[in-house]
């Protein structure tokens, strides 16, 4: 599917801001759920679609932001290449655009990058009603400030995506998930310490009791690494990375508490705080299920170097991510100012103040 | 001028006694005097000797003697220097080993420069966590030396690794030959500890990944310390792969070796580092360090692969197969170490080499969609006809980043100010088959004209309003990177034969 809104959305931006109308920008609804409680009138950018660029000897694609992943990966798959940062769907429809607006990776992220890692350029909606193209279609590009990656990760608050670039590359050769019974302090030390040594390893996940690892790349290479890791194979090894892991059909994501998303150092040791976890990216992403109190759980992931967000579940109208220092966040005010003066996008999505 | 000068060393040197200092704190009134009692270790350059060194960056054809240039050895000093430049209206200049390409660190006639030379100290390597905390004027290259005893190396490596230091990296986004796999410095960096324009510390991205708010880090990255100072960086570290191993491929046609590249790429292969390099670039490296390169070669192509060993393996022998198939006239695999370091020395040295057949050479850094190779080619031989200055063409083709080097002769009246022109021409013409001014040598002075041609006047106003929101006065390297809008219409006015850098 292809059509071009772009004439259209302009015009409804314009009558969005001659009236000061904030908006919440739309694709399939998927990711909805994320951040803070959505606000505005309804912008719906699923009608944008489109894949306007793909060349796959330069390892690039191009897309309207209302292209379903679905589509993007289905049209890279039949050239033996993928979006290596292996973006969430978080249900049927999902988007370009709203991928990259929540900034969202995958299993493979502190292995392959993340998605901003992979973004080279788009072309957005301001708030001056304005269609600017920033980055582009080339690997390396230095001119201007890197618009395109502030972009990733914004929840929509500085923009509206028209199209996205990215970086795609090819379908590893070869596969294998191995499976260790280990305590979550073993899996910790070990994730870390492969992760420091030449080895295929691009997917880590450690349940409570299990410790999994995913090998890609040459035949020879996963078979030798298999061999050095050790553990049992696990033959649908497809589905619980991508069903159970990234999609969060694991029962693990299936409970009543609220899920909170713990970003840690990697080699950070276990928290002491009560609940049910599950932990990725070598020790980077923990997942913790839990009624604790909000502060507790961000004080702890602080002192220990991080951050903590009220990924599902809880009062999606009060702080969801980790609060900002003063100077940062008037650095975020100017931002917005600078990009939306009339704070039409997604009021609030990510903070109250932006 | 000279008042400003002793201005700013009274006030500098003053904070050595907390008697002076408390004068100090009564004078300035618009801020807190919590370094009041630092006692100051900048040193401070001001006559015109000890200046001059400073006067211009790796873009040697653009130089300026700064005002002052200032060293300071504590973050609680350039705090110091940055709030007393803010509230003097002083422009600042940060400037790490100046090896930098694009005019990035030229100094301001009534501005300061701001070396962070001796911020030289690695402060912390983590295996654990596989990251190096670093200071900013630690050498790219010293690093990796720190990290090789834990198996691992920072990845990006500009040809400057040796002298260039990772707040300069951070400030340009620099990249090196082998981006396509392993990234830029964006990818390769977690954190920085930022000052602003006013002096204010802020830290900015974090070993946790994705950081909550905005991706200030990747604004950062690249802004050709425009928007702020960087006084600390936390690099991510990687595993040293256990092999590389290099192909080497002669062609009689560019055009050939061009499609080689893609045809690497399509069959799924990443190679570490894919070089190319033409006829003229060729010679005059193998003249120069012997690296058995085939000097009838219209174009050769460097492919190193690294991974595990038997990836390796399994990986060279395609790339051999898949070469031979594109036309390749000659492939050959470096059999020992040796002969791989002497492939990569010519490669290394093209520069260099260039500059021995040439009594000056111009780099330029466009970057093109690699399917637009041979037209690019075509239409910069072209050029160089029309301008009577060879070309040669060093290219980082995996990734599309494109180094005409063109000759020329500075003592001859009107040569530089013909090949800036002729740069310009081709860097435009990067840009009309959907590539950029720029790959990874910044913006800075040199291409500033040119960014009139790659963005539109909004594009170029917004680019402005994110410098304003970190920096409303202005004052960070003022004049580079981003165009005023009215410079661009002047620019977009002038007739076509005197548009060119510079």
Known sequence: MSQDQTTELLERLRVAAAAHTPIQIQGSGSKAFLGRAPAGEPFSVGG????????????????????????????????GQMLAFEPPYFGPGATLGASIACGLSGPARPYAGSARDFVLGVRVLTGKAETLRFGGEVMKNVAGYDVPRLMTGAFGTLGVLLEVSLKVMPVPAAEETLVQERSTAEAIVLMNQWAGRPLPLTATCHDGDRLYLRLSGAETSVRQAASVIGGEPLSDHGTFWRSKLREQGHGFFHRDKALWRISLPAATPRLDLPGNWLMEWGGAQRWLRTDLDASAIRKAAGAAGGHATLFRGGDRSGQVFHSLSPALLQLHRNLKQAFDPLGLFNPGRIYPEL | MKQIIILFAALLLSACTTEQSNKDRDKESSGPTVYGQINMSVDILEQEEEVGPYECDGLSAYRQLPLLV??????????RILRLCHERDIPVVARGAGTGLSGGALPLPDGVVLSLARFNRILDIDPANRTARVQPGVRNLAISEAAAAHGLYYAPDPSSQIACTIGGNVAENSGGVHCLKYGLTVHNVLAIKLLLVHGELVEIGGEAPDSPGYDLLALLIGSEGMLGVVVEVTVRLLPIPERAQVVLAGFDDVEKAGAAVGEVIAAGIIPAGLEMMDGPAIKAAEDFV???????????????????????????ARVRDLLIAAGATEVRTAKDQAERLRFWQGRKAAFPAVGRISPDYYCMDGTIPRRHLPEVLRRTAELSREYGLPVANVFHAGDGNLHPLILYDANRPGELE?????????????????????????????????????????????????????????????????????????YRQLPDRERGTG
């Open chain 2, 290 to 316: 012997h690296a058995g390169y085939p000097t009838d070669a219209a174009a050769i192509l460097l492919c190193e692969v690294d991974g595990t060993n038997q990836e390796v393996s399994e990986h060279i």
């Open chain 2, 70 to 79: 200032l060293l300071p050895r504590t973050v609680e000093e350039v705090q």
């Open chain 1, 48 to 79: 944008h679609c489109g894949i306007l660029n793909y060349q796959p000897k330069e390892l690039v694609v191009t897309a309207r932001s209302g292209t379903t992943l679905e589509e993007i990966e289905g049209t890279l798959a039949k050239e």
């Open chain 2, 418 to 490: 013909r090949t800036e022109e002729l740069g310009g021409k081709i860097l435009e013409l990067c840009v009309e088959v959907g590539g950029t001014i720029t790959g990874e040598h910044g913006v800075g002075i040199e291409k500033i004209r040119q960014m009139c041609v790659q963005f539109s006047p909004a594009e170029l106003q917004q680019l402005n309003l994110v410098k304003q929101a970190f920096d409303p006065k202005g004052l960070l390297n003022p004049g580079k990177g981003v165009p005023t809008p009215r410079r661009c219409s002047e």
